[in-house]
T-cell receptor
Framework: KNEVEQSPQNLTAQEGEFITINCSYS?????LHWLQQHPGGGIVSLFM???GKKKHGRLIATINIQEKHSSLHITASHPRDSAVYIC?????????FGAGTRLTVKP | NAGVMQNPRHLVRRRGQEARLRCSPM?????VYWYRQLPEEGLKFMVY????????ESGMPKERFSAEFPKEGPSILRIQQVVRGDSAAYFC?????????????FGPGTRLTVL
């Protein structure tokens, strides 16, 4: 079993839909990160969370430390949101990554 | 302020050759992390370096792989005698402090293809 599990693996949505991607982890962590990997391969850090909730534009990330679970929400999704979204946890000196959720938003 | 730079962006090597991947961190960042993304797989931690020191290399394969981050110049990930299984995207990331509790800034990656 992976230390970081994401669901769903693949997600297709229509433009404007509300999207939720989930992440569960099994190790003690100091922080959780949400990353975005575009089709060209570049990786951008979206959020770093250690508790509660953060919001940036149409993106919202939440974490429940007791339940070892985090969610990434996208409101009013747009085709340019199409990417792979990766959950990662800070563990000792390194990060452990989920397999990613491939999101496709259709116009 | 330039972001994290990696070069080359694409590297093709034949089996048995050496591959050298370079990473220049963001200005002011003295901590570098290397990650590998195998085809159709997730990212995996390889090594964490601070200037002139390897802090954690627990994710590095025991043979053929080495990394350095000299006092001057970029961090280098070196793969000797490459094999087809080394084909992957190699990303580096940098941060100003030595903790994964802050944002890491990723480079564009080097895509290594071993023929």
């Amino acid at each position: 079993k992976n230390e970081v599990e994401q669901s769903p693996q693949n997600l297709t949505a229509q433009e404007g839909e509300f999207i939720t991607i989930n992440c569960s982890y099994s190790v003690g962590i100091s922080a959780l990160h949400w990353l975005q990997q575009h089709p060209g391969g570049g990786i951008v850090s979206l959020f770093m969370l250690s508790s509660g909730k953060k919001k940036h534009g149409r993106l919202i990330a939440t974490i429940n430390i007791q339940e070892k679970h985090s969610s990434l929400h996208i409101t009013a999704s747009h085709p340019r949101d199409s990417a792979v979204y990766i959950c990662a946890v800070s563990y000792n000196n390194d990060m452990r990554f989920g397999a990613g959720t491939r999101l496709t938003v259709k116009p | 302020n330039a972001g994290v730079m990696q070069n080359p962006r694409h590297l093709v090597r034949r089996r048995g050759q050496e591959a050298r991947l370079r990473c220049s961190p963001m200005k002011g960042h003295s901590h570098v992390y290397w990650y590998r993304q195998l085809p159709e797989e997730g990212l995996k931690f390889m090594v964490y370096l601070q200037k002139e020191n390897i802090i954690d290399e627990s994710g590095m394969p025991k043979e053929r792989f080495s990394a350095e981050f000299p006092k001057e110049g970029p961090s280098i990930l070196r793969i000797q005698q490459v094999v087809r299984g080394d084909s992957a995207a190699y990303f580096c990331a940098s941060s100003p402090q030595g903790t994964t509790q802050i944002t890491q800034y990723f480079g564009p990656g080097t895509r290594l293809t071993v023929l």
